[in-house]
């Protein structure tokens, strides 16, 4: 049963694209997602995508760089969000644990990234660390786009039920297999089957037993086994459901 990376940065792994895809489909994980942190990887991550039919593209400035998102960065996002290879928008939001850029500005780029997914009609891929009010307030605010998902989601099983509740996609990563990550599974256990993504995030976040070796997409089935037992499910229900819940928010 094939699988989807709903989240990596290839350019950060340093990878030869050729490789990681070959490696992720030897074990069934069948497409990738490659998610920009600011304009040239975002440019690389769309320039990728179109040369990969496997591999989809996201385009943003990561919350950590939102000192740099200018008007002239924010409309070459838009100008990338708009090519056909490009289905999310991300990743974008607030981390209010690592504050190189600070909350006004990461507010502010956080604003522009969703008005630019709405715009393209492309999905909105959040990042948010340590930050879940301020990310649910803004999106409330200024209405979310109709495709939302919230990467490495970190929240517990009452945030799990407002995203629910608002039809919000939660993606989990590699860190739902650690041993302290019970309130994560607890999240989880909670999430509707239908709203749930998987994602390595890779090159961070290796799931166990890999912990320590670096992180890459031919690692997803050690989480959707984690996903699985944590739904008392079979790991095939869940690659499906994860399969088409990818295609659903980013296209076929
Ligand atoms: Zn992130
Ligand atoms: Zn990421």
Redesign the pocket.
């Given at each position: 049963m094939p699988a989807v990376d709903s989240?990596c940065h290839l350019d950060l792994m340093g990878a030869v694209p050729d490789q990681a895809l070959a490696a992720a489909q030897a074990v069934g994980v069948s497409r990738l997602v490659t998610?920009g942190i600011d304009v040239p990887s975002s440019r690389w991550c769309a320039d990728t995508a179109a040369a990969y039919p496997d591999i989809s593209a996201a385009v943003a400035i990561?919350p950590n760089e939102a000192s740099t998102a200018s008007d002239d960065a924010l409309t070459e996002i838009a100008r990338l969000a708009a090519r056909p290879e490009v289905r999310a928008v991300g990743?974008t939001?607030l981390?209010y644990y690592r504050t190189t850029a600070t909350p006004a500005q990461q507010q502010a780029s956080f604003r522009a990234h969703i008005a630019i997914a709405k715009q393209t009609d492309t999905a909105l891929v959040i990042?948010d660390?340590d930050a879940h009010e301020d990310v649910l307030r803004i999106l409330a605010e200024v209405g979310a786009p109709e495709r939302v998902v919230f990467?490495?989601f970190s929240g517990d099983a009452d945030m799990a039920r407002t995203c629910a509740d608002a039809g919000y996609v939660m993606s989990f990563a590699g860190n739902l297999t650690f041993s302290n990550a019970g309130r994560l599974r607890a999240a989880a256990a909670v999430a509707p089957l239908e709203l749930l993504l998987v994602e390595t995030?890779a090159p961070f976040l290796t799931p166990m037993p890999f912990r320590g070796r670096p992180n890459a997409p031919y690692l997803i089935p050690l989480t959707v086994r984690a996903l699985a037992a944590v739904k008392g499910l079979t790991e095939e229900r869940v690659a499906g459901a994860v399969t088409s819940t990818a295609t659903r928010v980013f296209g076929g």
């Open positions: 989240h998610i990561h990743e939001g981390d990042h660390r990467h490495c995030d």
